[in-house]
Structures are given as structure tokens and as C-alpha cells.
């Protein structure tokens, strides 16, 4: 899932990011607005993040999970299962922010989750 971040540079790190894509449906769909955050508390599994993949730099910025930490990055997932572009195809991420709320069109605190590791089978 691809983003869109506006050039607005934050305010005391907020950034508005625009959902482009199907890979984060149910949590988020393609259109809906977000707030993510540099800096505060360290990633954790389950959140909700923005990230880029090194070994795919024409990517841009991408919305997704973090599943776990792995060297220095982040292994990160798509809540739809059945869209793959996550670090299943491109490898490790670097994580630039935490997703927080989604203020468009259905504002809310966008929650983290058990990461896929924490989950029963």
C-alpha cells in the first residue's frame, strides 16, 4: 500500500499520509487519511507503520505492519493477506513513522494488533 505524504513537514512530528492501495483492508482503505508520527515511543509489533524498502527505492513510502524486528529493520505485512508487496517480496523495511489515527472519512484511532509471530496458529 503506497502513500502520499504531503509536504507540510508536521507539526512537533505529525504527519498527514494518504492510504493508496488495498493491502492494509480492513484496518485502512485506499483514500483514507492518517496521522503517523516520528520519534515517542519505539515501533513495536502489531503497529501500524510507515516504511520504505531499501531493496525497492522506486516504492516510495508504504503503510503497513510491523510484524518484527529483523537486523535493522523491520519485517512488515499487509493485513490483506491476499496482496503480497510487503517484505514477503522486497525483504526488510526501514520504519520512518508510527501510524496513530485515521482523521478521513472515518476518524478513529487506528489500533495495533498481535503481530502474526504473537498470534496462535
Request: net charge positive.
Amino acid at each position: 500500500m503506497q502513500t502520499r505524504r504531503k509536504a507540510v513537514g508536521g507539526v512537533f512530528g505529525w504527519w498527514p499520509v494518504r492510504v493508496f492501495g488495498p493491502s492494509m483492508t480492513p484496518t485502512l482503505r485506499s483514500g483514507d487519511a492518517v496521522l503517523a508520527r516520528r520519534g515517542g515511543r519505539g515501533v513495536r509489533p502489531g503497529d501500524v507503520v510507515i516504511a520504505r524498502f531499501p531493496a525497492r527505492p522506486d516504492i516510495g513510502l508504504v503503510v503497513k505492519r510491523a510484524v518484527r524486528r529483523q537486523g535493522d529493520g523491520w519485517w512488515i505485512q499487509g493485513d490483506n493477506d491476499f496482496v503480497a508487496d510487503d517484505s514477503r517480496a522486497y525483504g526488510i523495511a526501514l520504519v520512518e513513522a508510527r501510524v496513530f489515527a485515521r482523521y478521513w472519512p472515518r476518524p478513529g484511532w487506528v489500533h495495533g494488533r498481535p503481530s502474526r509471530d504473537e498470534m496462535p496458529e
